[in-house]
């Protein structure tokens, strides 16, 4: 440098001799990143939009149906708990209201656990396997579809299906539980008939999964005040490992 050129400011020559230098190799790799975003975000929408779009309109008016049987049902329970509450907190005989509410609830885990039997409204859905194709995963599907769809209760043959239930293959049948069931499986639920009814007949789903095996399936709802009866019980033992925990404040 000269002794007639302008000195640099030193502070200035050392911030960009620190500062970050992009590279050819960072600026491709920016524009990349970014390329792959943009990918990521219209495949995304694509998806989203297909996902109905493909279905025919009967289909649509059933899944708008099954959604708004759920949500008539969810409103439901909301005024049943409310309804639990004022007796709890506002009645003049709280610890009758308490008993009856506790001994209400524990009916309610019964079901739910299996230990206790079970009738309401429902399906009897008949599986017809002649060739024995059928493995323990076509089980499970439908089970997952009746869940799904609000089933309460679940009987398979002569085995009550909860969430602890476990299906294996086994020779000439499915072992569910551990007990052999055979064809033709009969599978009682008790739920929205017509609700359990339509996820059957989902297109892609357990109708044509079970066809595609060489397997048939029948659903009929169960006629009568009593409809589906489920009568098989599960016998619950005591966890090992898992306590009742106090809820967090």
């Known amino acids: 440098m000269s002794a007639g050129e302008p000195r640099a400011n030193p502070w200035r020559r050392l911030w960009r001799a620190a500062g970050p230098r992009a590279t050819r190799g960072q600026l491709l790799a920016g524009v990349l990143c970014a390329a792959l975003g943009f990918g990521v975000v219209v495949q995304v929408r694509q998806t989203n939009v297909s996902g109905l779009a493909d ?3 009967s289909d ?17 329970e909301v005024q049943d708990l409310e309804t639990t509450r004022r007796e709890l907190t506002e009645g003049s005989d709280q610890a009758q209201a308490a008993a009856a509410a506790a001994s209400a609830r524990a009916q309610q885990y019964g079901v739910l ?7 309401g409204p429902g399906v ?10 059928l493995r323990s995963t076509n089980f499970i599907q439908l089970v997952q579809e009746l869940r799904d769809s609000g089933a309460e209760a679940i009987q398979i043959g002569s085995t009550r299906v909860v969430a602890q239930t476990a299906f294996t293959d086994g020779s000439g049948g499915v072992l569910v539980d551990g007990r052999l069931e055979r064809s033709p499986y009969v599978v009682s639920v008790i739920g929205d008939p017509s609700t359990l009814a339509t996820a059957m007949d989902i297109p892609g789903g357990v109708r044509e999964t079970l066809r595609s095996a060489g397997a048939d ?16 019980l599960h016998a619950v033992s005591a966890p090992q490992y898992a306590r009742p925990a106090s809820p967090r404040p």
């Not at 649509?60 to 439901?76: E, M, N, Y």
């Not at 656990?113 to 009738?119: D, F, I």
């Not at 399936?217 to 098989?232: F, N, S």
């Open 124 to 133: 009897v859905a008949t599986v017809t396997d002649p060739s024995g194709a």
């Open 60 to 76: 649509l008016v059933r899944i708008l149906d099954d959604t708004t049987d759920r949500g008539d049902r969810l409103a439901g």
């Open 217 to 232: 399936l029948a659903v009929a709802r169960a006629p009568g005040e009593d409809g589906v009866r489920v009568t098989a």
């Open 55 to 57: 279905l025919r309109e």
């Open 113 to 119: 656990a299996g230990t206790l039997p079970a009738h």
